[in-house]
Structure formats: C-alpha cells, structure tokens
C-alpha cells in the first residue's frame, strides 16, 4: 500500500489549505486513515483519525478548526485546515490503517504512512 499526500505549502495566519491523501496498490480493506504531524524538534502526534464508519476524532488544539474526511471509494483522505495558526506549522503525515488475510486465513494488520507534505504557517 502506497500513501501520496499533497496539499501543503505556505499559509497566513487564519488562512486556509486542505490536505489531501490517496492509497494505492494492492488495497484489501482500510479499516481507518489519518494525519499526524511532526514540528522541529517534536514528536510526531495525531491531528486526527477517521474510520471506514465515519467516526473521528480530533486533537484538542485542532478541534473546531480542522475537519477530516473520506472516501472510501476512492481510499482517498482529507484534512481541511481553517483558522491557521503559526503553531500548526509542521511536516504533516497520512497514515493508513490496513487489513488483509494471510496464507492460514489469519488477519494481518499494517499501518503505512505517507512522505509528509509541509504546511507553514506566517505572515
């Protein structure tokens, strides 16, 4: 399973930018994707997840202010980022839940991430 994302660049402060994430390859069934990210010098954290279901969850700091969404069709995420911060700034990550059934029937649960797309946030 490979994980492209797009969508970062250079935003001001109370902008906007939406983030975009598609899987591809050989898929049997996402069971969730999300994005996380990593500033300088910081650990890498979740910003938020979305299940095949549509439940999501979301970071403190973003809450109200980012969405997360899906495609399932398409096993394409989203992240619309609003009211931008300077502190949002950071490598941002997609991830992918992934499941499949080995030789013995046994299910095989991965997780596979994206290159990361960097948003920058300043005036």
């Known amino acids: 399973v490979q994980l492209q994302a797009s969508g970062g660049g250079l935003a001001q402060p109370g902008g906007s930018r939406r983030l975009s994430c598609a899987a591809s390859?050989?898929?049997?069934?996402?069971?969730?994707m999300s994005w996380y990210r990593q500033a300088p010098g910081n650990q890498r954290d979740l910003v938020a997840s979305?299940?095949?279901?549509?439940?999501?969850n979301y970071a403190d700091s973003v809450k109200g202010r980012f969405t997360i969404s899906g495609d399932n069709a398409k096993n394409t995420v989203y992240l619309q980022m609003n009211s931008l911060k300077p502190e949002d700034t950071a490598v941002y990550y997609c991830?992918?839940?992934?499941?499949?059934?080995?030789?013995?029937?046994?299910?095989?649960?991965?997780?596979?991430w994206g290159q990361g797309t960097l948003v920058t946030v300043s005036s």
């Open positions: 991830r992918a839940d992934h499941i499949y059934y080995n030789y013995e029937d046994a299910p095989v649960v991965e997780a596979h």
């Open positions: 390859g050989k898929i049997f069934r996402i069971t969730g």
């Open positions: 979305i299940t095949s279901g549509g439940s999501t």
